[in-house]
């Protein structure tokens, strides 16, 4: 299972066991702060009581190591990891998690109670997934070690399968193997071996997003010089927190806002030139490198780009099914990957700006789709209700030009109208958020799942008071984590290397519900707070430029270059696989992508890759179960 990981760390690995008890740690070490040995895990405390195998940083180690040394205690060496020990002695494990300040999964074993902890930190940062069954649990950074384990039973989970469609990801807390679930974030999960049995004893959240909200935005502050401050304070010490490490650290640039950001304020903070990298397409319109170079002029840095043919990135598709544990169809995963590699030749560590959009309200969605959902609850309900009276179709018709205008975008007409439709007609706010969400060719009301409904609760307004912030609750709770931060960590791990988020610090977190909305999206523009720091760095003009992101063309791929292969790996009967979906279904979706529908086109992606992913590892699906 440990060698299953070796990406993840390529520098050491270590086990630990105790057999009388039946507990079994593992690890895969990549070496960021105190590269010794004495960074050895599987790590026992001073004490000897607890042992602890941690993916991760904790930031704040540094002051927790000055609080627990009170006690005359002498360290080996200068790891997170063992001061991270040290306060488990010092305090015990559930009083210490809440002081800690980073990103992480980890589990403790403690030989005196025989109780076995299991942490995932509060923003969901790093992955932990959790296999249980009668015969005992297993836990790992990736699901990819289960198929190592004989507590696995190889099944999978075919109800993903259509929340995979749908969302291009896996809605935690699911995983799409049997048996198999993710930590939820923010979440403390304690087991006892008493005699022979292993007993659950609880799973609570020290951090539960829902009421931070609630807390967090029961005071607002409201002057905007006031609100700048305070967040330019927050984001330096989160990044200057972030620096620190005894490898060579750098960020990614793509050149848009968030990015800028975090660039101008490592600069700001260096002596030297940060290293910056950037991947720059052929295709003009899905190409930022040429901004992200002019931002790296004006910042200082030294910049990196790496430009690649289409050729060259339809290489690395064939490759995604042995990089992902679980599917992932969100196709920028695959300039992350490349951006990642060309990363790791010169640093260990990369800064990025990825957060910045969930928090302080970034996406088109959160200006125009907010619009559009308000807009249909301004209609009668017998014109969003779906039939076919002349009158209801013309009104529908009038409301869905209109809708269209509100929505804008990049998508074509038909494909605006087919969403548009499929909006109007649902029947309450969260169902039309999550149809406008929908991005696959197959729809629900939601994703599956126990964690998806916490999402789906928290936008009915359990914590927030409007429309805007229950958009931002929702895609906090399960975009980011499942989607957003997956991607990123198994591209950027594949490469060993460790990607950091400073506007994911749970204190800027904080700081976002502490501000109202108009203080996020000003006059029209998104994420004022973020856009007034970049414009300390570039000028404003240069920020004012539609949001690209690391992206790919997948719609003229799959018209294009990908064309034959897609559908050969989609046929039913596939000589690789057994076919999940089916074939009228493609063959009709495909023939709309043709004429005109490209919003189907990461739709039949994600049957692609989810093709793909079940082939490379062997697993069957319930196909009548599964079929989309």
């Not at 008890?21 to 895990?41: K, N």
């Not at 840095?301 to 290489?315: D, K, M, N, Y």
């Not at 992606?605 to 062997?618: D, I």
């Amino acid at each position: 299972m440990t060698d299953s990981l070796s990406h993840r760390g390529p520098d050491d690995h270590g086990y630990w066991t105790d057999e009388e008890r039946g507990v079994f740690l593992g690890f895969r070490r990549l070496s960021i702060i105190d590269l010794s040995q004495a960074g050895h895990q599987p790590m026992q405390s001073h004490s000897g009581r607890y042992v602890l195998t941690f993916n991760g940083e904790i930031y704040n180690h540094r002051d927790l190591k000055a609080q627990v040394q009170d006690s005359g205690l002498n360290f080996r060496g200068h790891s997170d990891t063992e001061v991270l020990t040290a306060a488990f002695d010092a305090w015990g494990v559930p009083d210490t998690v809440p002081k800690l300040r980073g990103m992480y999964g980890f589990v403790v074993w403690d030989k005196q109670e025989r109780t076995l902890w299991i942490v995932r930190d509060r923003m969901g940062i790093k992955p932990m997934y959790l296999l249980e069954s009668p015969r005992g649990i297993a836990f790992s950074s990736e699901a990819r070690a289960f198929h190592e384990c004989p507590l696995f039973d190889g099944r999978t989970n075919p109800d993903v399968a259509r929340a995979f469609a749908t969302r291009l990801y896996v809605p935690g807390p699911a995983s799409i193997l049997s048996g198999v679930r993710r930590v939820r974030p923010g979440s403390i999960l304690e087991f006892r071996v008493d005699g022979d049995t292993l007993v659950k004893r609880s799973e609570r959240q020290y951090w539960h997003l829902p009421e931070r909200v609630r807390n967090s935005s029961a005071d607002r502050l409201g002057d905007e010089r006031e609100v700048f401050e305070r967040f330019e304070a927050l984001v330096r010490e989160s990044v200057q927190l972030r620096l620190n490490a005894d490898v060579p650290v750098g960020a990614f640039l793509s050149g848009g806002i968030d990015s800028t950001a975090v660039v101008g304020m490592m600069q700001e903070l260096s002596s030297d030139p940060v290293r910056t990298f950037t991947v720059g397409f052929e295709e003009a319109d899905f190409d930022e490198a040429r901004f992200a170079e002019e931002v790296a002029e004006r910042v200082g840095t030294r910049h990196t780009t790496v430009r690649v043919s289409p050729a060259e990135l339809i290489g690395w598709v064939d490759d995604l099914p042995s990089i992902a544990d679980e599917p992932i169809a969100n196709p920028s995963v695959i300039p992350t990957l490349m951006v990642s590699k060309v990363a790791r030749r010169d640093v260990i560590v990369a800064l990025t700006g990825d957060g910045g959009d969930e928090c302080f309200a970034g996406y088109n969605r959160y200006l125009r789709g907010r619009d559009l959902i308000r807009f249909r609850r301004s209609l009668p309900g017998f014109v969003r209700s779906v039939g076919s009276s002349s009158i209801r179709h013309g009104i529908r018709s009038r409301a869905m030009q209109a809708a269209s205008r509100k929505l804008g975008g990049q998508q074509s007409i038909v494909a605006r109208s087919a969403k548009i439709e499929r909006l109007l007609a649902t029947g309450s706010d969260e169902e039309a958020y999550s149809t406008l969400l929908d991005a696959g060719w197959t729809h629900s009301s939601g994703p599956n799942g126990e964690r998806a409904s916490e999402a789906i609760e928290a936008f009915r307004g359990e914590g927030p008071r409007d429309l805007l912030e229950r958009m931002l609750l929702h895609d906090q709770m399960e975009y980011l984590p499942d989607d957003l931060l997956a991607k990123v960590d198994r591209a950027t791990m594949w490469e060993s290397l460790e990607a950091r988020v400073p506007f994911l610090d749970h204190k800027v977190v904080d700081f976002s519900w502490s501000i109202a909305s108009d203080a996020k999206i000003r006059n029209g523009k998104t994420k004022w707070p973020i856009r007034q720091l970049a414009s300390r760095y570039v000028p404003m003009e240069m920020l004012e430029r539609p949001k690209m992101g690391f992206t790919v063309p997948v719609a003229r791929w799959l018209m294009d270059d990908l064309k034959e292969w897609a559908r050969d790996q989609l046929s039913d009967g596939s000589a690789r696989h057994p076919g999940l979906y089916r074939a009228d279904e493609i063959d009709r979706a495909w023939s709309a992508l043709e004429g005109g529908r490209t919003d189907l086109a990461l739709g039949l992606w994600a049957l692609v890759v989810m093709q793909q992913w079940a082939a490379r590892w062997n697993v069957d699906f319930d196909v009548e179960a599964a079929v989309l």
